[in-house]
């Protein structure tokens, strides 16, 4: 899972010590790690607290689609495999957070903008999985989608982050191959498996493909992130190698892409593909997408209903402290 | 009669980029001299770019005699690794 740059304004420059500066931008250029205590700008220590959070939220929110189906998932083999994999999507949620946290935000300050609405996190889980065949579109797609963003930050320029995408990327491998499986085994079914795994692939194609975020000339942050090696690709290249790859996995087990101008273009040596519907895109990122409101009163109703255990948790260490010291 | 000073625990960063990584203890009165001592011990040969030091009696370490309830029940969710699942070989990127 993933999340991409949503913000459109482009960064202010504050007045940061220019010689500091000029020495930061160098070791950035070189492909040097930066590492919690190095000195950095604040707007790169901003725009990383900003991206990785987002990122991490939208693991925590990406577990909701998915555990939608776990007590429905057919058979007690499927319902292993989604446990394991939302269960690692919560985990991966927890190393980001641990990574955004040595920028200096809190846990809870984090927690906080999620819950208040305040953060984003990526828009294609505010899309609903109503059928089965849902959960192998999200593997297959959502997941390869994921993976194509999160290889290439494996090589960012922040440290904690670079490591944890190094973590991610290891276990985010069967998550699309297990995806990819259900789909395998539904278009080689009956033909109303086949119609399902087609329906799937048909609601979940254009979300997908905006998870990779605006085109390039719409996103302004684009050249300051590839400047500061936050980002290593752009959103419009990242879009298209998908695509490329996607389309003969899709044509493998006889499904269509649902876009009726996606070709082959031997010329540049890729696809030609329609256009996204990016007054879409924009909606479900002001928070109009068909679930977003079910998305945050879940998180919110779980945060809320669960407090209780964390305040158990604190009273009985107060408890064992109290003993020890006694 | 004279105790030895607390152990401390010496982890390196070897290059940027890296996670620092145990390589051994020394001792030390005080966390300052902790981290002269895991210099000179464990970094004369340009081992590494980071040092932390950690006083050894902070560790808190799982128990040997739990190392089967803790570790085994990973052992046989094979699934949470690709190789479980069959994909064709002509299907690529995957």
């Known amino acids: ?326 | 009669m004279s105790k030895d000073w607390p152990l401390w625990e010496v982890f390196v960063r070897a290059k940027g980029g890296m996670s620092h990584r145990h390589v051994g203890s020394v001792h030390a009165p005080d966390a300052e001299i902790a981290l002269r001592h895991a210099r000179d011990t464990y970094t004369r040969r340009m081992e590494g770019v980071s040092l932390w030091v950690v006083p050894s009696a902070q560790i808190v370490a799982s128990d040997p005699a739990d190392d089967g309830p803790m570790f085994e029940p990973a052992e046989d969710k094979i699934y949470r690794h690709p190789t479980f699942y069959d994909i064709p070989d002509d299907v690529k990127h995957i």
């Open chain 1, 1 to 326: 899972m993933y999340t991409t740059e949503m913000q459109k304004t482009a960064q202010v420059v504050s007045a940061e010590d220019p010689e500091k500066l000029a020495a930061f931008e160098a070791r950035v250029a070189a492909d040097e790690f930066i590492e919690p205590k190095d000195w950095m700008p604040e707007a790169y220590r901003r725009t990383l607290t900003r991206q990785i959070s987002q990122h991490a939220h939208s693991e925590i929110v990406g577990m909701l689609p998915e555990g939608n189906w776990i007590t429905r998932a057919p058979s007690l083999r499927r319902k292993a495999i989604l446990l394991a994999k939302v269960q690692d999507e919560a985990g991966h949620g927890l190393y980001l957070y641990s990574a955004a946290e040595t920028l200096g935000t809190s846990r809870e300050e984090m927690i906080e903008a999620l819950h208040s609405g305040k953060a984003k996190y990526s828009t294609i889980f505010n899309y609903p999985t109503l059928i089965w065949a849902d959960i192998g579109a999200i593997g297959w797609l959502v997941d390869g989608a994921a993976i194509m963003n999160q290889v290439p930050l494996q090589r960012t320029s922040y440290g904690p982050y670079a490591r944890a995408m190094v973590r991610v990327c290891k276990e985010e491998s069967f998550h699309q191959r297990q995806g990819y499986e259900i789909m395998m085994h539904l278009a080689a079914g009956t033909p109303e498996q086949k119609r399902m795994a087609q329906d799937a692939l048909d609601r979940w194609w254009w979300p997908s493909l905006m998870m990779f975020g605006p085109t390039d000339d719409n996103s302004p942050n684009t050249a300051q992130s590839m400047r500061w090696r936050i980002k290593r690709d752009t959103n419009d290249e990242l879009r298209q190698k998908f695509v490329d790859i996607t389309k003969p996995q899709a044509d493998a087990i006889g499904l269509t892409v649902p876009d009726p101008d996606l070709r082959w273009n031997e010329e540049k040596g890729g696809h030609d593909f329609g256009a996204v519907d990016w007054e879409e895109f924009y909606a479900v990122v002001r928070g109009e997408g068909p679930v977003a409101r079910e998305r945050m009163k879940a998180r919110r109703e779980a945060w809320e209903s669960n407090a209780w255990v964390r305040e158990a948790a604190v009273a009985h260490a107060e408890k064992r402290a109290a003993r020890e010291a006694a």
